[in-house]
């Protein structure tokens, strides 16, 4: 198996990464037809059995097996096929760590609007066809929408609960919070502060949902509205993460400006993204603020030095950088007490 990107300098490399799609397609293909969840219950199994529990033609299917085990996905042994170590932790559904939401979106809207790509950078709009305000008011778009944040703050998550020291505060705020699996990560890891969320009103239901999942019901809650037309609660932390890519450069600053103010004295804002170095050469993240531009009417995936450079004008009195998961960056603005 190989993992490498491939070399650019032939045509064989120039093909293969014209080719790489297929690779990503497969295994956004597996995580809808519930491949993994199915092979993590039966486990180890035969080509005919998986056809069978998922209700497949079978022409195609041992070559998308094999496909999938090429990638570590799957590993095969005397003729039976069971989930790899990462996809067993990460790909099953309903598991802690399922990370699927986000490739459940990703099949849905991003692979369709990736296909439109040429279009977004003829016309610079965005190419998803889901606006905020037409995923609100679509349940089953919404869920999906949540199901993806929720991913992306299963792997996140633990982390910034680790990285940041949450001991002196009592109060954290999660803005744009979705249904608040983020801020739930947070007051689990650190039963002392009470938790706080602020999205679209249409989120709460589900947010409803998931803080009873976690058994903090009553120790977050949620407020409903829209940060830039409302007034955000006051907390010792305000969290903003994976939400200043969604907007363009004016939005951004003024919703820090806001943030500013929600902040208690002595206390920090914390902000995270796929943030992009001065001369960026992060595939990943580069790959993110493309996303950006494909969905979003303005957003884009932004030099560190803008923010830092933002959160200054705010008025916050110093920011540290430090790296968080793998690819976000952690920018934490203190303000003077």
């Avoid at 491939?6 to 064989?12: C, G, H, K, L, M």
């Avoid at 799609?21 to 199915?38: G, M, Q, S």
């Avoid at 007051?187 to 502060?193: D, I, T, W, Y």
Wanted: aromatic share 8%.
């Amino acid at each position: 198996m190989t993992n490498t990107m491939p070399d650019v300098s032939t045509p064989a490399g120039i093909i293969r990464l014209g080719n790489m799609f297929c690779d990503a397609k497969a295994l956004l293909t597996a995580v809808e037809l519930r491949l993994f969840t199915v092979l993590h219950d039966k486990g180890p199994s035969t080509r005919e059995e998986i056809r069978t529990a998922l209700g497949l033609h079978g022409r195609g299917l041992s070559d998308f097996l094999d496909l999938l085990a090429a990638l570590g996905l799957l590993e095969r042994a005397e003729g039976r096929y069971r989930n790899s170590p990462g996809a067993d932790a990460f790909l099953v559904h309903g598991r802690p760590g399922y990370v699927g939401g986000f490739m459940e979106r990703s099949n849905r809207n991003l692979y369709p609007a990736w296909g439109r790509l040429a279009e977004g950078l003829r016309t610079g709009q965005q190419q998803s066809g889901s606006a905020f305000d037409q995923v609100t008011r679509n349940p089953e778009i919404l869920r999906q929408f949540v199901g993806m944040m929720d991913a992306l703050t299963n792997v996140v998550g633990p982390e910034l609960a680790r990285t940041y020291d949450f001991s002196g505060h009592a109060s954290v705020l999660d803005v744009g919070g979705a249904r608040g699996n983020l801020c739930s990560l947070i007051v689990r890891a650190h039963p002392h502060l009470t938790g706080h969320v602020f999205d679209l009103p249409a989120m709460e239901p589900l947010f409803d949902e998931k803080v009873a999942e976690y058994g903090l019901t009553g120790k977050v809650s949620f407020t409903g509205g829209n940060f830039f037309d409302d007034t955000l609660p006051h907390a010792d932390v305000v969290t903003m993460g994976h939400v200043l890519h969604d907007w363009d450069r004016e939005q951004r600053a003024a919703l820090v400006a806001k943030a500013y103010e929600a902040v208690n004295p002595g206390g920090t804002l914390l902000i995270y993204d796929r943030m992009l170095e001065d001369e960026p050469d992060h595939i990943e993240n580069l790959v993110i603020s493309l996303d950006m531009l494909l969905v979003t009417d303005g957003g884009e995936e932004y030099p560190i030095s803008e923010i830092t450079a933002v959160a200054e004008k705010a008025g916050f009195a110093g920011t540290e950088v430090t790296p968080l998961s793998d690819y976000d960056t952690l920018v934490v603005c203190r303000k003077g007490a």
